[in-house]
T-cell receptor
Framework: AQSVTQLDSQVPVFEEAPVELRCNYS??????LFWYVQYPNQGLQLLLK??????LVKGINGFEAEFNKSQTSFHLRKPSVHISDTAEYFC??????????FGAGTRLTVKP | ETGVTQSPTHLIKTRGQQVTLRCSSQ?????VSWYQQALGQGPQFIFQ???????GRGNFPPRFSGLQFPNYSSELNVNALELDDSALYLC?????????????FGSGTRLTVV
């Protein structure tokens, strides 16, 4: 069965610094991978997705992620963060048409 | 285009009661999925509806049930509420039978069971 592990529950970082949020997955078949962001009291917003093709995926708000099949990872990166990036970030994996599994989330806090 | 709307936004119920949560899918989307997000955790898949039929189900008991209507809106019903049912319930819609292209999520219904 598919599962997702987000390796850091909290990531504090200063404004304009780079950040990496780590995600490992397990699945016995080909998977689709996603990153979502959740701002306080809101639903989840899709940042980016990997379906196939290039392993480097670019998303909204300057985020990108790299799919690494050998390491079963899909880490999210941003070269320079802003205060407005403070939010909860969820990695998700899907290997069936209907079941998307989410990690426990990483709380990104950007400090001035 | 309109997004996914959920109602109500907040709800307080007593243990043992029944609750119905509602979701209007994004225009053009025919698939609706429901997720439960407990405090401090990631969303957990409850079930998905495609063309008015249940298309898949997560590890939730039968007292969690749902419906999808011809206009693709959906309801989540929970019977015999338990304290552990307190959570944010998220509805997500997509334009295909599944999650391949990513979901559009609503803002959720915060359910508190006392």
């Amino acid at each position: 069965a598919q599962s997702v592990t987000q390796l850091d529950s909290q990531v504090p970082v200063f404004e304009e610094a780079p950040v990496e949020l780590r995600c490992n997955y397990s699945s016995s078949v080909s998977v689709y991978l996603f990153w979502y962001v959740q701002y306080p009291n809101q639903g989840l917003q899709l940042l980016l997705k990997y379906l196939s093709g290039s392993t480097l995926v670019k998303g909204i708000n300057g985020f990108e992620a790299e799919f690494n099949k050998s390491q079963t990872s899909f880490h999210l990166r941003k070269p320079s963060v802003h205060i407005s990036d403070t939010a909860e970030y969820f990695c998700a994996v899907s290997d069936t048409p209907y079941d998307m599994r989410f990690g426990a989330g990483t709380r990104l806090t950007v400090k001035p | 285009e309109t997004g996914v709307t959920q109602s109500p936004t907040h709800l307080i119920k007593t243990r043992g009661q029944q609750v119905t949560l509602r979701c209007s899918s994004q225009s053009g989307h025919n698939t609706v999925s429901w997720y439960q997000q407990a405090l401090g955790q990631g969303p957990q898949f409850i079930f998905q509806y495609y063309r008015e039929e249940e298309n898949g189900r997560g590890n939730f008991p039968p007292r969690f049930s749902g419906l999808q209507f011809p206009n693709y809106s959906s309801e989540l019903n929970v019977n015999a509420l338990e304290l552990d049912d307190s959570a944010l319930y998220l509805c997500a819609s997509s334009s295909s039978q599944g999650s391949t292209y990513g979901y559009t999520f609503g803002s959720g219904t915060r359910l508190t069971v006392v």
